[in-house]
T-cell receptor, first 113, second 114 residues
Framework: QQQVKQSPQSLIVQKGGISIINCAYENTAFDYFPWYQQFPGKGPALLIAIRPDVSEKKEGRFTISFNKSAKQFSLHIMDSQPGDSATYFCAASMDTGRRALTFGSGTRLQVQP | SAVISQKPSRDICQRGTSLTIQCQVDSQVTMMFWYRQQPGQSLTLIATANQGSEATYESGFVIDKFPISRPNLTFSTLTVSNMSPEDSSIYLC???????????FGPGTRLTVT
């Protein structure tokens, strides 16, 4: 019940296209859903996060869509750029009990020029 | 956001030895976490380290192998003891930044055990 399932494992998008990464969770106690971006040799960087009281959050070219009933959330990267090429991780945590993040398996995004 | 530094950034160690990794934060934080990221894999929580209490370890990780100290609100150490090649990983510390529970990560320590 602690798992967060992420897909796809890898993604190739043309410059200017939309990148979409999906995650699903089982534990309904999760109430915080961040996305992280990681470049090779670097620690994960917080990109954007959402809580279940909203269905969508947008920051610049990055949007999280959240479907509470389906227990799914997704990251959309609009106008994808070669500089967006990185590994993206979804994660989830809960306010009580285990506050640490449970991570998805990661998606390696490659944006072709 | 909190700024986190880790030392060393990388190390190559011999089998059977121990390495202590330091994590320093530029502000006082209650909750700190240690994660392991094996090559090409996702992040796995090793333990939660709160100041003033014993670290809480996840299933599969034990205190004898990964002792943790948390002497104050800005610093923590993780020791990887009696290392084997299977311990070769990136070790990351993170902190929870109140009040919105955002978690920030350090740059990681890349450990290779030969």
């Amino acid at each position: 019940q602690q798992q967060v399932k992420q897909s796809p494992q890898s993604l190739i998008v043309q410059k200017g296209g939309i990148s979409i990464i999906n995650c699903a969770y089982e534990n309904t106690a999760f109430d915080y859903f961040p996305w992280y971006q990681q470049f090779p040799g670097k620690g994960p960087a917080l990109l954007i996060a959402i809580r279940p009281d909203v269905s969508e959050k947008k920051e610049g070219r990055f949007t999280i869509s959240f479907n509470k009933s389906a227990k799914q959330f997704s990251l959309h990267i609009m106008d994808s750029q070669p500089g967006d090429s990185a590994t993206y991780f979804c994660a989830a945590s809960m306010d009580t009990g285990r506050r640490a993040l449970t991570f998805g398996s990661g998606t390696r995004l490659q944006v072709q020029p | 956001s909190a700024v986190i530094s880790q030392k060393p950034s990388r190390d190559i160690c011999q089998r059977g030895t121990s390495l202590t990794i330091q994590c320093q934060v530029d502000s006082q934080v209650t909750m700190m976490f240690w994660y392991r990221q094996q090559p090409g894999q996702s992040l796995t929580l090793i333990a939660t380290a709160n100041q003033g209490s014993e670290a809480t370890y996840e299933s599969g990780f034990v205190i004898d192998k990964f002792p943790i100290s948390r002497p104050n609100l800005t610093f923590s150490t993780l020791t990887v003891s009696n290392m084997s090649p299977e311990d070769s990983s990136i070790y990351l510390c993170s902190v929870e930044d109140p009040p919105w529970r955002e978690q920030y990560f350090g740059p990681g320590t890349r450990l290779t055990v030969t």
